[in-house]
């Protein structure tokens, strides 16, 4: 006898069943083949196992009709545990196994994070937040000061030493276990690119905060860590922390885009309500850098007239 019961639904066209028997649990992953493809979720899921990382097993597969059988992690997420007792221990398991992951990078083998891409997911914020979410129509001095920063800001990302990147290294995503904490998930999009992306996740979650002083002790373990691994960190931690932050600001700015773009292609509105915390990760990052302050301005002109049609971040 098999029950089965819904076990998570992403933003994408992917869901998630668990299927339990008398004796073990497992997960059902359904994934139209007309909207996705898990050929990539099979590789990765296999080449970040091998590097050491806790990804489900693939038990079966039948990618005719988009169906896999996986191993089960429960459903006690990272997101669901983490507080002021548990956190250093739960980012400390999850640093080990990123370092394990980027230890085992090899060009080619992954995507590229490269220009192109980067460029398309910054380009969502003005297509989906600015335009379609905020109903804003950019000036050309503002077009300008938008298309400098992006720039800018790419540049410092395409700088960055490269490595496997997970691309949703964050607390929804990685699942408390027993052995081998944490249970990787998500992963299907992996790319080869900037070294410092997965710690603004997870550092700069968009879910869940913490104190700054308390993010760069965790940043400086990883860094130490990640060193001693032979990683291509820089030398001086102070460089290592502004790239962070700069990568941090691409992907704040990429996701504020996503979310606009699941609230309205999409129907999904429960992402509203994490808006305001990775616009307030992104003004904070700009107020520190010279370079950004125009965008700063930007985005304080921006906010204004926000507030004139009548939304409340």
């Given at each position: ?61 039948n990618l005719d009709e988009g169906f896999l059988l996986l191993t089960d992690f429960g459903n006690t997420t990272y997101l669901s545990v983490l507080n002021d007792q548990t956190a250093d221990r739960l980012y400390g398991d999850a640093n080990a196994q990123l370092v394990k992951i980027q230890i085992a990078s090899r060009p080619g083998v992954l995507p590229d ?201």
């Amino acid at each position: 006898m098999v029950g089965l019961d819904v076990a998570s639904a992403d933003a994408s066209f992917r869901r998630y069943y668990r299927a339990r028997t008398a004796t073990a649990s497992y997960i059902v992953m359904d994934a139209p083949p007309a909207h996705e493809d898990c050929q990539p979720f099979i590789h990765i899921a296999r080449l970040f196992r091998t590097a050491g990382a806790n990804t489900p097993e693939i038990l079966a597969e039948n990618l005719d009709e988009g169906f896999l059988l996986l191993t089960d992690f429960g459903n006690t997420t990272y997101l669901s545990v983490l507080n002021d007792q548990t956190a250093d221990r739960l980012y400390g398991d999850a640093n080990a196994q990123l370092v394990k992951i980027q230890i085992a990078s090899r060009p080619g083998v992954l995507p590229d994070y490269d220009e192109a891409l980067l460029r398309r997911e910054i380009m969502l914020f003005p297509d989906w937040y600015l335009t379609r979410h905020l109903k804003l129509e950019l000036s050309a001095a503002q077009r300008q000061v938008m298309d400098q920063t992006f720039a800018a800001i790419l540049a410092n990302n395409l700088a960055q030493p490269r490595v496997y990147v997970h691309r949703d290294w964050h607390s929804r995503n990685l699942m408390v276990t027993e052995a081998d904490n944490p249970g990787v998930l998500d992963f299907q999009d992996a790319v080869y690119g900037p070294i410092t992306y997965d710690l603004a996740s997870i550092y700069k979650d968009a879910y869940i905060r913490w104190d700054e002083d308390r993010v760069l002790d965790w940043l400086v373990r990883y860094w130490q860590v990640a060193r001693q691994a032979g990683l291509p960190v820089v030398a001086d931690f102070g460089d290592f922390y502004r790239d962070f932050e700069w990568m941090g600001i691409q992907r704040h700015i990429k996701v504020l885009g996503i979310f606009a773009r699941l609230y309205h292609r999409d129907g999904k509105s429960g992402y509203l309500k994490d808006m305001p915390l990775v616009m307030d990760y992104l003004r904070r990052a700009c107020e520190r850098y010279n370079a950004l302050r125009p965008f700063m301005r930007l985005l304080d002109e921006l906010t204004g007239q926000q507030a004139d049609v009548g939304y409340t971040f």
